[in-house]
Nanobody
């Protein structure tokens, strides 16, 4: 039983930065792999970044590598996505996801728990 709530989305100009937050609840949160996905209108939900339960292992989609950073604070039951050098193509609704797995996956089917998302819009 895990509940996830995203926040921090908004409108930002290209080249700017934004930090998304995901507040989690649940007894076993600290053992969950966490991830961020995004979905633009008319497109499939795509993988953005993932992090292991310890925070020691991270994975990023090629499209965001070097620009985005995923992190977590298990004591606060929070997951973050720091987004720098934002581009218009980053515009999408961003979702936080969790999975009771040892290794973080990159497919949406790897995750059992999802937040409702937060909108990120990057202007040209």
């Amino acid at each position: 039983q895990v509940q996830l709530v995203e926040s921090g989305g908004g409108l930002v100009q290209a080249g700017g930065s934004l930090r998304l937050s995901c507040a989690a609840s649940g007894h076993t949160f600290s053992t969950y792999c966490m991830a961020w996905f995004r979905q633009a209108p008319g497109k499939e939900r795509e993988f953005v970044a993932a992090i292991s339960w310890s925070g020691g292992t991270t994975y990023y989609a090629d499209s965001v590598k070097g620009r985005f950073t995923i992190s977590r604070d298990n004591a606060k039951k929070m997951v973050y996505l720091q987004m720098n050098s934002l581009k218009p193509e980053d515009t999408a609704r961003y979702y936080c996801a969790g999975s009771p797995s040892l290794v973080p996956g990159t497919g949406k089917s790897d995750y059992d728990y999802w937040g409702q998302g937060t909108q990120v819009t990057v202007s040209s």
